[in-house]
């Protein structure tokens, strides 16, 4: 099992379990499992409309914000290798 499916499995457990139950808060704003998993399910179908399919890898670039989880959520439930990436430059 990849560390993105265990996510996603380890994710979906809790969601079947507590739907309700607070995932996160986002700037005051709470997210519950439910909810995140309906965003994130309706991301995963965007993807596979743009033809993402399994072992596809996906490079990601998002600020810090309520979308990240979704897309990590939507990325391995399509099994794809999802890469994050930073917005910030590193001098070297």
Known sequence: MTEAEGFVALFEARRR???DRLFA???GE????????????AF???LRRLGV???DRV???LRNS????RVRLAAGGLTSL????TDIAVAG
């Open 82 to 85: 999802m890469r994050p990436t």
């Open 66 to 69: 309520p979308s990240a989880p």
């Open 25 to 27: 808060r986002f700037e």
């Open 59 to 61: 490079a990601v670039m």
């Open 53 to 55: 399919a399994r072992g």
């Open 30 to 41: 709470p997210i519950s499992f439910a909810s995140l998993a309906r965003r994130a399910d």
């Open 44 to 46: 995963a179908n965007a």
């Open 17 to 19: 379990a507590e739907p």
